[in-house]
DNA sequence: GGATTTATGTCAACAGTCCTGACATATTTT
DNA sequence: AAAATATGTCAGGACTGTTGACATAAATCC
């Protein structure tokens, strides 16, 4: 669009060869914040999980079936990203443990509609408890002001697929 | 400190029984905003590792090494939170592959001085520029004003091991 | 109503990454 | 000289992801 720029030092456009180096050193920093806080963040769940004999695949299963409406296997495998045998490795622990169970279908009746025991959704809540906890204590920390630039640069961080997939979420609670 | 608070429905402190809803429900939010998020962050690194038959394990020693400074086998540990036996796997690849070369520590010649070859440099700056895109184009979608809010966000939900850690790694550059 | 598609489940095999436990070597420190 | 430290390695197990092949039941298409 435009050649010999007239400010060869002003900051240009974020696909232009010559970036901003602000935005590239604060983009260098961010990777290793995404990095150490997702770490963190997984870590409060883990110490639980682990009291359970379950990992992360578990956590996420237990999640999309507690926090989803009428979740089938379908679903579950688009939210997820993962194979049909994977899941039902991981489907199959939950619902032998008496954490998930399983209805089938009332409108198509191929369909299995997955939902959580009492005893899943105790654990889950508690699973959602302690990473709330964290993000809470950190909000506060932060001041939270800075609640919705976090907010914003997370889901501009998701693709569109992602981001459409928490707004459809987000629009069913 | 204060029992019977004048305003029983005013926002309470974040470890009170009584939370700020708005805390919680920001909190619930973000649960979600870092499993999709990261995911999508680490997806743009994947594709990339998937062309070179290499794993997340090995981007994150490549990482560490490339962007460290006189990184021994011993701090690799230290950041990464995996055993021994773990990296060395890892660290083979790499040192067989010629994308990391070792050298016995001038100091102390029991350690083993890690960096990257010329190859190991170039791979690891494709990954980092694939990461650093992405967060540059979500930092401008989002407006740069709102970057500081996800830095300190981000900082507060590490816990004090990493923030350190993180601290003292930027420090060093 | 028979053919096709869809939703789900399952068997088998393989790969990557993490773990524990045990042991070996070289080098530094006490 | 003995103990501690930094690194490496062998063996085996767990979890989570993959591909490929097949099977069943139910819905949909023509």
């Known amino acids: 669009m435009s050649d010999n720029p007239p400010d060869a030092d002003a900051p240009t456009a974020s696909d232009s060869p010559?970036?901003?180096a602000s935005l590239d050193?604060?983009?260098?920093e961010a990777i290793e914040l995404m990095f150490f806080a997702y770490r963190d963040f997984t870590d409060v769940a883990d110490r639980i999980l682990e009291q359970h004999d379950l990992g992360r695949a578990h956590?996420?299963?237990l999640y999309?079936?507690?926090?989803?409406?009428d979740v089938t296997v379908g679903h579950l495998l688009d939210t997820l990203n993962?194979?049909?045998?994977?899941l039902a490795r991981v489907l199959r622990r939950l619902i032998d443990l008496g954490l998930v169970v399983q209805e089938v279908g009332a409108?198509?009746?191929r369909q299995r509609l997955l939902r959580l025991s009492g005893e899943g959704d105790a654990l889950l809540q508690e699973l959602i408890e302690a990473q709330r906890r964290l993000l809470r204590e950190a909000f506060t920390e932060a001041g939270t002001e800075r609640l919705e630039?976090?907010?914003?640069?997370m889901l501009a961080i998701m693709n569109e697929?992602?981001?459409a997939r928490f707004n459809r979420r987000k629009r069913l609670r």
Do not use: L
């Not at 993962?82 to 994977?86: A, H, L, N, P």
């Not at 630039?149 to 640069?153: A, N, S």
């Open 25 to 28: 050193s604060a983009a260098n």
């Open 161 to 163: 697929e992602d981001s």
């Open 82 to 86: 993962i194979t049909k045998q994977s």
């Open 149 to 153: 630039g976090f907010r914003r640069v």
């Open 64 to 69: 999309f079936v507690g926090t989803g409406q």
């Open 59 to 61: 956590h996420r299963a």
């Open 18 to 20: 010559r970036r901003a």
């Open 107 to 109: 409108v198509d009746r």
